[in-house]
T-cell receptor
Framework: EAGVAQSPRYKIIEKRQSVAFWCNPI?????LYWYQQILGQGPKLLIQ????????DSQLPKDRFSAERLKGVDSTLKIQPAKLEDSAVYLC????????????FGPGTRLTVL | GDSVTQMEGPVTLSEEAFLTINCTYT??????LFWYVQYPGEGLQLLLK?????DKGSNKGFEATYRKETTSFHLEKGSVQVSDSAVYFC????????????FGKGTHLIIQP
C-alpha cells in the first residue's frame, strides 16, 4: 500500500511570500492531520480533518495559515504571508479513524523562510 | 495544558547496553500513549503503543508500560544495536474525536559499536 505522499519536499521563500503544501493520504484513510515540526522540537498539531470537515484547528494560526480538504481525500496547507518563525518541517499524517489506530506520517515538506 | 516531558539528548550508548528513555505526560482525560521513532533520513513511524493503565507495548525488542499512577511511559530495551540509532518521540492523545498527538521534544539516541 502506498504511503502518505507530500509535495514539495523542500521549499525556500522570502518572508511575506505565500506558500502551499500538498498531501495525499493513504487510500481509505478518513482522518488527516497537519503537524508543524520546528528544528529540535516534536511535531505540533496544526489541524485535523475527518473526511472534509475540520475536527480540531485550535492550534492553527488562522491569521496566516489555512487548510482545506475539499473532497475528503487530499489536502493543502497554505501560509500567507510567511514569517521567519514558520521555518519548519510540515508533516501530514493519516489514519483510518478511531482513536487507537496508528497515524501514518508522510516524509514532510521542509520550509525555509529567509 | 497537555504536555510531554522526555529526557534530553543526545544519549550515547555502546552496543548491547541497556536503554531507558524517560517520558512523563500531563494530560486531561485518559490518554493513549505512543512511542514514535525517526531513523536518519526517514519519516516518523510508530514503534509501540499502550491504550490503558498497566498495558505494555512492545516491538523490535523495545518495551514501555503505561503507568497511570506516575503518568509515565518509559521506553526500555535490554540490548541496543547500532541500527537503533534514531530520534525517539514520546506522544499521547486524549481520545475522542480530536485525537491529534501531543509530542515530546524527542531524544536523539546514538549507539556506538
Amino acid at each position: 500500500e502506498a504511503g502518505v505522499a507530500q509535495s514539495p519536499r523542500y521549499k525556500i521563500i522570502e518572508k511575506r511570500q505565500s506558500v502551499a503544501f500538498w498531501c495525499n493520504p493513504i487510500s481509505g484513510h478518513a482522518t488527516l492531520y497537519w503537524y508543524q515540526q520546528i528544528l529540535g522540537q516534536g511535531p505540533k498539531l496544526l489541524i485535523q480533518f475527518q473526511n472534509n470537515g475540520v475536527v480540531d484547528d485550535s492550534q492553527l494560526p488562522k491569521d496566516r495559515f489555512s487548510a482545506e480538504r475539499l473532497k475528503g481525500v487530499d489536502s493543502t496547507l497554505k501560509i500567507q504571508p510567511a514569517k521567519l518563525e514558520d521555518s519548519a518541517v510540515y508533516l501530514c499524517a493519516s489514519t483510518r479513524g478511531g482513536s487507537y489506530n496508528e497515524q501514518f506520517f508522510g516524509p514532510g515538506t521542509r520550509l525555509t523562510v529567509l | 495544558g497537555d504536555s510531554v516531558t522526555q529526557m534530553e539528548g543526545p544519549v550515547t550508548l555502546s552496543e548491547e547496553a541497556f536503554l531507558t528513555i524517560n517520558c512523563t505526560y500531563t494530560a486531561t482525560g485518559y490518554p493513549s500513549l505512543f512511542w514514535y521513532v525517526q531513523y536518519p533520513g526517514e519519516g516518523l513511524q510508530l514503534l509501540l503503543k499502550a491504550t490503558k493503565a498497566d498495558d505494555k507495548g512492545s516491538n523490535k525488542g523495545f518495551e514501555a508500560t503505561y503507568r497511570k499512577e506516575t503518568t509515565s511511559f518509559h521506553l526500555e530495551k535490554g540490548s541496543v544495536q547500532v541500527s537503533d540509532s534514531a530520534v525517539y518521540f514520546c506522544a499521547f492523545h486524549s481520545g475522542g474525536g480530536a485525537d491529534g498527538l501531543t509530542f515530546g521534544k524527542g531524544t536523539h539516541l546514538i549507539i556506538q559499536p
